[in-house]
C-alpha cells in the first residue's frame, strides 16, 4: 500500500478489482493466491437485497470490461449475458422457425435442467428458493452486466 501511495477509489464495488489492477499493473507485481486467507463478504436476504447486490456487481463489472480489461475482460463474466441474450434472440427467432423453436426448446430446458440438478445437490430443504434464486440472478446479473457495458460512466466517475 505504501509503494502504492495508499488507495482511494469511489467504485464500490470493485475497488478490489481496481487495487489489483494497480498491484499488476503499476507496481508490477504478482497476487498470490493462499488457500488459508479466508474473505467474508456481506450477503443479503433473497430475493430482492440479494438482486439488487448481483445487480450492483454486475454493472460494475460490464464496466469495467472497458475500464480494467485486464483483469475484467472474461468469457464467465460474459455468460449470464449470453444466457439474457439467447433467452431474448432464440425466443423471437423460433416465432419464425420451427427448427429453430425446437432448439431453442432444447437449450432452454438444458439450462433449467442444470440449475434444478444443482438446486436438488446444494440444498433440497430450500429447492423452492434455490432454484428461483440462481435464475434470478443469472438474469439480473445478466442484464446489468450489458448495461455495464454499454454505459459511457458510472456514478462514481461524473
Not at 91 to 100: C, P, Q
Request: with cysteine; hydrophobic share 50%; proline share 3%.
Amino acid at each position: 500500500m505504501q509503494e502504492l501511495g495508499g488507495f482511494r477509489t469511489a467504485f464500490w464495488p470493485g475497488e478490489d478489482t481496481k487495487l489489483c489492477q494497480e498491484i499488476t499493473g503499476k507496481l508490477k507485481k504478482k497476487i498470490i493466491y493462499d488457500p488459508e486467507v479466508f474473505v467474508y463478504h456481506h450477503r443479503r436476504r433473497l430475493f430482492l437485497g440479494h438482486i439488487r447486490q448481483v445487480a450492483n456487481y454486475a454493472l460494475h463489472r460490464g464496466y469495467f470490461v472497458k475500464r480494467f480489461p485486464a483483469t475484467s475482460a472474461k468469457l464467465t463474466y460474459f455468460l449470464p449475458s449470453l444466457l439474457v441474450l439467447g433467452i431474448i434472440i432464440g425466443g423471437v427467432a423460433g416465432l419464425f422457425s420451427a427448427e429453430l423453436r425446437l432448439i431453442y426448446l432444447a437449450g432452454l430446458a438444458t439450462y433449467l435442467s442444470l440449475v434444478l440438478i444443482f438446486s436438488i445437490f446444494n440444498e433440497l430443504q430450500l429447492i423452492l428458493l434455490v432454484f428461483p434464486g440462481i435464475i434470478t440472478t443469472h438474469l439480473a446479473y445478466g442484464i446489468y452486466f450489458i448495461k455495464g457495458l454499454l454505459a459511457f460512466r458510472l456514478r462514481e466517475e461524473k
